[in-house]
């Protein structure tokens, strides 16, 4: 069955410092995508990246970095020289093909890593 | 500022009232979401329209009726909602429906049942 497990529920840095937010997928399908959100406090789900199962170059976004392993089914974010504005739950998805819906994508959410950045 | 917008940002009701969320989106989607959030979880997917038709239900309570009257608005329509309703509905959408899309959230109604 397809799944997302965060294993960290809450992590706690203190600003400038680096953090890992871990991601393991659990899924039948050889093809498949993976995403981040981001959801500050106000409620927004803002969606960070989008990597294919078949792509697994890592990816650099100014601070932000994704390590995509296959081998490992794992798609860890990491977040350099944290800042206060990081503060906020981190959503790893998968997309699953519903069996209902053919090709129709289904959002599968891991519980979330909230993340909080202090001064 | 997201682009996908709903309205109203909270909403308190009781359980015989009738009220509606709205989300509005001019992306150009063709596939738009309704979520429901309890707090500390991640969103639940409700319903998924695609086309402006109704294409998943995911088993969610009749009280909660959605309506796609075009392909830029959606509503969710409520009537004699539980305590247990009150959560944060999300809507989303996207491009088109299949696995590879990316789905764009807005802010979220926070409801609240009395």
């Known amino acids: 069955a397809q799944k997302v497990t965060q294993a960290q529920t809450e992590i706690s840095v203190v600003e400038k410092e680096d953090v890992t937010l871990d991601c393991v997928y659990e899924t039948r399908d050889t093809t498949y995508y993976l995403f981040w959100y981001k959801q500050p406090p106000s409620g927004e789900l803002v969606f960070l990246i989008r990597?294919?199962?078949?792509?697994?170059q890592n990816e650099i976004s100014g601070r932000y970095s994704w390590n995509f392993q296959k081998s490992t089914s794992s798609f860890n974010f990491t977040i350099t020289a944290s800042q206060v504005v990081d503060s906020a739950v981190y959503f790893c998805a998968l997309s699953e093909a519903l069996p209902h819906g053919g090709s129709q994508g289904n959002l599968i959410f891991g519980k979330g890593t909230k993340l909080s950045v202090k001064p | 500022d997201t682009e996908v917008t709903q309205t109203p940002k909270h909403l308190v009701m009781g359980m015989t009232n009738k009220k509606s969320l709205k989300c509005e989106q001019h992306?150009?989607?063709?596939?738009m979401y309704w979520y429901k959030q309890k707090a500390k979880k991640p969103p639940e997917l409700m319903f998924v329209?695609?086309?402006?038709?109704?294409?998943i239900n995911e088993s969610v309570p009749s009280r909660f009726s959605p309506e796609c009257p075009n392909s830029s608005l959606l509503n969710l329509h409520l009537h004699a909602l539980q305590p247990e309703d009150s959560a944060l509905y999300l809507c989303?959408?996207?491009?088109?429906?299949?696995?590879?899309?990316?789905?764009?959230f807005g802010d979220g109604t926070r409801l609240s049942i009395l």
């Open positions: 989303a959408s996207s491009q088109g429906t299949t696995v590879s899309q990316p789905q764009h």
């Open positions: 990597r294919n199962s078949f792509d697994e």
């Open positions: 329209y695609s086309y402006e038709k109704l294409s």
């Open positions: 992306m150009g989607h063709r596939a």
